[in-house]
């Protein structure tokens, strides 16, 4: 082989590697379990749950309880933000603004249990996570009624879901929230919502995406394949790589 035919190959070689199109990266997501208020015991297991959800579903997954990293430069990093269970005041204003122009600009949430215990004294992030928490009563088996099971985050699930949880009585809860399941009052003691007690939702947000369930109190909960297929569905639709609603 002569030395010009050689140097042609090495330059037609290299021109082909060159031009070839990047390995897509891998969708991240952040997710954030600081709290002010009432500590969660099951924190540590839905982190590693949600990393195990990265990991058999192709998406990175970072952690933090800092709510520093809440800047719009970071948060551009991630196609959804999971709030597990946080508690009380966690941001200062500056925070609140970038999270807000996260949302806007067409990013992703994913509350989970007591992501509605947070930021009271903040009426956007009430609205974006779609209800706050009141009250709450013993922990107890109850009926959750799936009364849309045509999403990613329901169509596994019983029509009738019978487990054990802590049931959350809600306040302001948004009116254009597109409910997935409600508790059924009747199955339990110290529901406080009446026949409209809505437990899991999502909806389209102030140019973002938004998804709540109120499940994940008890650490047994990450572990328990029907509830962790039931947040993946609302971390996906969250992270904008899935609809919510599907056609079978």
Same mark, same amino acid.
């Given at each position: ?20 199109? $990047? /390995? ?9 379990? @600081?709290? &002010? +208020?009432?500590?969660?015991? *099951?924190? #540590? %297991? ?68 007591? $992501? /509605? ?9 009430? @609205?974006? &996570? +779609?209800?706050?928490?009141? *009250?709450? #009563? %013993? ?110």
């Amino acid at each position: 082989m002569s030395n010009t035919f050689a140097r042609c190959l090495t330059v037609a070689f290299l021109i082909l590697i060159f031009t070839l199109p $990047a /390995t897509a990266k891998k969708k991240r997501i952040l997710v954030f379990s @600081k709290t &002010a +208020g009432f500590y969660h015991q *099951s924190i #540590p %297991a839905g982190i590693a749950a949600i990393q195990q959800l990265g990991r058999e579903n192709d998406f990175e997954v970072d952690t933090t309880k800092n709510a520093a990293l809440f800047t719009l430069k970071n948060l551009k990093k991630y196609a959804a933000v999971v709030f597990l269970s946080t508690t009380g005041d966690v941001f200062d204003e500056g925070q609140q603004a970038a999270f807000e122009q996260y949302i806007k600009a067409g990013g992703g949430y994913a509350g989970i249990h007591a $992501a /509605t215990d947070t930021e009271y004294g903040w009426p956007w992030y009430g @609205k974006l &996570a +779609g209800a706050w928490f009141i *009250s709450h #009563p %013993a922990q107890q088996v109850a009926t959750l009624n799936v009364i849309n099971t045509k999403t990613i985050a329901t169509r596994h699930l019983p029509e009738a879901w019978k487990r054990k949880d802590e049931w959350y009585n809600f306040k302001a809860i948004n009116p254009d929230l597109k409910v997935l399941i409600k508790i059924d009052e009747s199955s339990y003691k110290g529901g406080a919502n009446g026949d409209n007690h809505p437990m899991s939702w999502y909806h389209d947000f102030d140019g973002g995406r938004s998804f709540y369930t109120a499940l994940g109190h008890v650490e047994e909960s990450y572990t328990d394949p029907l509830f962790l297929k039931h947040i993946l569905g609302g971390i996906q639709y969250a992270m904008g790589v899935k609809k919510m609603e599907t056609v079978l």
